[in-house]
């Protein structure tokens, strides 16, 4: 596959017990896409993701992405990420620039370090699942407001509430 190919089209692959199902779709730039889901062929957003600007969701759960490249926060409708179960071990510095998202699935990313700064910018964002993010140490400074919002609509949702605890001390001390 060369990378001509990955500019215009994209594999997306469904694992059902033994079975893999791979279609193949060419993305349009002017057709307004609603959903995008379940890419799980490739280790990296191709660069021609970044051109749907009326992506609402995206799935890349249970993948082998390594990374996201702040070309990705361009996608200004997108409400809905789900990264579970990923090797992705940062965010891009951008990532705050994602206004309208609003539910975020951070879960069993296991390499996750850290969150960019940015990302106390994530206004819209209403559900944080960071369930087994286990290298995921502490927040940036930023994310204090954000929080403590989230955690007052999720209070149930103790890794938030002991990376907050973590963020409040530090804080203190400063």
């Known amino acids: 596959m060369d990378d001509i190919t990955l500019k215009s089209n994209i594999f997306i692959a469904s694992v059902f017990g033994s079975h893999i199902y791979i279609k193949l779709y060419f993305i349009d730039p002017y057709k307004d896409y609603k959903e995008y889901h379940e890419l799980q062929s490739l280790k990296n957003l191709p660069d021609s993701l970044c051109n749907l600007s009326s992506l609402q969701k995206l799935n890349w759960s249970s993948t082998e ?33 994602l206004s309208s998202l609003v539910t975020l699935d951070l879960s069993y990313n296991r390499n996750l370090e850290s969150l960019p700064y940015s990302f106390g910018s994530l206004s819209s964002l209403q559900t944080l699942n960071l369930l087994l993010t286990t290298n995921l140490t502490s927040l940036p400074d930023s994310c204090l407001d954000l929080a403590t919002s989230l955690l007052k609509s999720d209070p149930e949702n103790k890794v938030l509430g002991d990376l907050l605890d973590s963020l409040k001390k530090r804080k203190k001390l400063m």
């Open 65 to 97: 992405l390594k990374s996201l490249e702040d070309s990705f926060c361009t996608l200004s409708s997108l409400q809905t990420l789900n990264l579970s179960y990923t090797p992705l071990k940062s965010l891009p510095k951008k990532f705050g620039e």
